[in-house]
């Protein structure tokens, strides 16, 4: 029982905990924007992950809406069943790290007995960054369309997912000039 009960302990110590798990939002999903990164305003955002280059994005919906590299990122016009709304996007990551407590342990038993430590890298391990891209819709007078209880919420959100969608889809981004007529 005993030999089972190190054997249990070795391994245990010799896994590695998650710390902090990056989310898979492939799918995309509203929520609070600021629960999510702390750089982003108090208000409910569409966030999906981005799995394309940097800039990916920018460059679609410069693209898209024809904006010539101005205000690109904030406030950019569009119009849903009439009405104006105003969509902004930030690109924000999130790390996956996980600690080993196994090395620590041996490196602190090591030095007790008087041997030099042998394990010398860190026991945090950091997989990289998983980049979002978080959208936030207003109407003209800067409600937050994303909101739940916004009167026209499901309009906005069927907006924000076909936009992801359509990112995701496309290579050439001059194709979604095209789907910009369909939008109204």
């Not at 690109?72 to 790290?97: A, H, I, M, R």
Request: glycine content about 4%; charged content about 25%; proline content about 5%.
């Amino acid at each position: 029982m005993r030999y089972l009960l190190g054997l249990l302990c070795l391994v245990i110590l010799q896994s590695c905990f998650p710390v902090a798990i990056a989310p898979d939002l492939s799918n995309g999903s509203i929520k609070k924007a600021k629960k999510f990164n702390k750089k982003l305003p108090k208000r409910y955002s569409y966030i999906f992950t981005d799995p394309k280059a940097a800039d990916e994005f920018y460059t679609y919906v410069n693209t898209k809406y024809d904006l010539k590299h101005n205000y690109v990122e904030d406030n950019v016009p569009v119009v849903l069943d009439g009405n104006n709304y105003y969509v902004s996007f930030y690109e924000v990551s999130k790390n996956t790290k996980t600690v080993n407590l196994l090395r620590p342990m041996a490196n602190k038993i090591m030095e007790e007995n008087g041997v030099p430590a042998i394990f010398n890298d860190d026991p945090v391990r950091d997989y990289g960054d998983t980049w979002y891209i978080a959208l936030l819709i207003s109407d003209e007078e800067f409600n937050d369309g994303l909101n739940p209880s916004y009167a026209n919420f499901a309009r906005v959100e069927e907006y924000a997912s076909s936009l992801h969608k359509e990112y995701y889809s496309m290579r050439n981004y001059k194709q979604a000039i095209l789907t910009v007529q369909k939008d109204k």
